[in-house]
């Protein structure tokens, strides 16, 4: 099918260069009329159709494809009615969609990267907390805590983040209430602390105990927003009005400060090299180039589908003009010798990507799989 395509706007790419060369030519050193100016910005929008006609045909290939390497001869009859009621509410398909990229939520910066294969890669990072800024404190308190992170950990995926805080041991059962609190600047009105996460927890422990705190949502909009980090502060009081949790430590009490443990994804890529170009819709780029495009399951009435709901395709369109072809000089010099022996280079993806996906398949089954090729990295002439 991939090749089909290939060879299908190969074929119309260059009957249409020819067209261009053949009839769409202006000699600007001669003064141009208006109607002659007219004509020229007419050829112009010839490349706003080609590149129409080049978005369709991507779409319906991608439609093609999807089933085809889904081993599927037609799209499951599934509708979003029957979709809700056949999707378990259940732990592991939660677990399952945040652990993998779906390619929904790429960032910008993704398009400019390619997969690293050399370098090795961040999965757990233990961060100690250090003392919060004075902005935070009123008479030195809180002296509790601030988590500091490298630019390179604040641009990974986390899978889990626990904060483990040390209770001290008591004498007998009691209950425990354990709050976190978001620190802000104080301001005139004085503190401004924000309860973020509290615990009841029942505790008989004449040894003290880790307490490991669920603090994924927390970190990842740290990561998002790092200018909101200025720390937290934690307490655990029990019945009687004791604060167990150690923040500052007492004598004897060294390697017990409250600490984050996060588990991250770390993205494998780096700075592509070779860029091929990129363009937008509004682009007057002539040349071959790589659109951006997004394909919505939704509306093409996949329900069936899960995740991801869109994705970003990309597609290639535009000219590849032989004094473009000076990575092939050979191949520039054979057609320039006959240039109406040769269909000419065609501008095609030269680098691809999979995706992830979650669907029903024809027997209401749900999969998880990674489809090859599905997203266009790279445009160029070949």
């Known amino acids: 099918m991939a090749l089909v ?6 074929l119309v790419s260059t009957q249409q260069q020819e067209q261009r060369s053949d009839a769409q030519a202006v000699d600007y050193r001669k003064p141009q009329g208006p109607n002659s100016l007219k004509r020229h910005a007419s050829s112009n929008c010839s490349a706003c159709v080609w590149r129409e006609q080049s978005k369709v045909l991507r779409l319906e290939t991608i439609k093609s494809q999807i089933l085809s390497k889904l081993r599927l001869k037609q799209a499951p009859n599934i509708s979003r009615e029957v979709v809700n009621q056949l999707l378990p509410k259940a732990p592991p398909l939660q677990q399952l969609l945040d652990h993998h990229d779906f390619q929904g939520d790429a960032s910008a910066q993704d398009e400019f990267m390619e997969e690293d294969e050399y370098h090795a890669t961040t999965e757990s990072v233990i961060t100690m907390a250090s003392e919060p800024e004075p902005l935070v404190q009123v008479n030195g308190k ?45 301001t005139e009105q004085g503190s401004r602390h924000i309860r973020i996460r509290s615990l009841k927890i029942e505790l008989n422990s004449r040894a003290g105990h880790w307490q490991s705190i669920d603090f994924k949502h927390v970190l990842q909009n740290w990561f998002k927003q790092p200018h909101t980090n200025w720390g937290i502060d934690i307490n655990a009081f029990d019945e009687s009005g004791n604060d167990l949790a ?12 409250p600490f984050l443990e996060v588990k991250v994804l770390e993205t494998t890529k780096r700075s592509r090299r070779n ?11 002539s040349r071959c180039c790589r659109y951006p495009l997004t394909v919505d399951f939704e509306a093409f ?24 072809m000076q990575k092939y ?24 990507s999979p995706i992830n996906m979650l669907y029903f398949n024809d027997k209401q089954q749900i999969i998880h799989g990674k489809i090859p090729g599905m997203v266009v990295d790279r445009c160029g002439c070949s």
Not at 160 to 175: H, I
Not at 246 to 256: A, C, F, W, Y
Not at 301 to 324: H, L, T, V
């Open 329 to 352: 000089p050979h191949t520039h010099l054979v057609q320039h010798a006959n240039p109406r022996g040769s269909a000419g280079p065609c501008c095609t993806p030269t680098k691809m």
């Open 246 to 257: 150690v923040t500052s430590l007492r004598p004897g009490e060294e390697g017990l400060q």
């Open 275 to 285: 860029l091929g170009l990129d363009c937008d819709e509004h682009s007057t780029e």
């Open 5 to 10: 395509w290939t060879v299908v706007r190969c």
């Open 301 to 324: 009435g996949w329900d069936w589908i899960i995740a991801p709901k869109r994705y970003k395709a990309n597609y290639c369109s535009g000219q590849c003009e032989y004094m473009f």
């Open 142 to 186: 809180p002296s509790c805590c601030f988590f500091k992170f490298s630019p390179k950990l604040m641009f990974t995926k986390v899978l889990k983040a626990q904060l483990w805080v040390y209770l001290r041991p008591l004498q007998q059962t009691s209950t425990v209430y354990l709050q976190i609190l978001r620190l802000k600047p104080v």
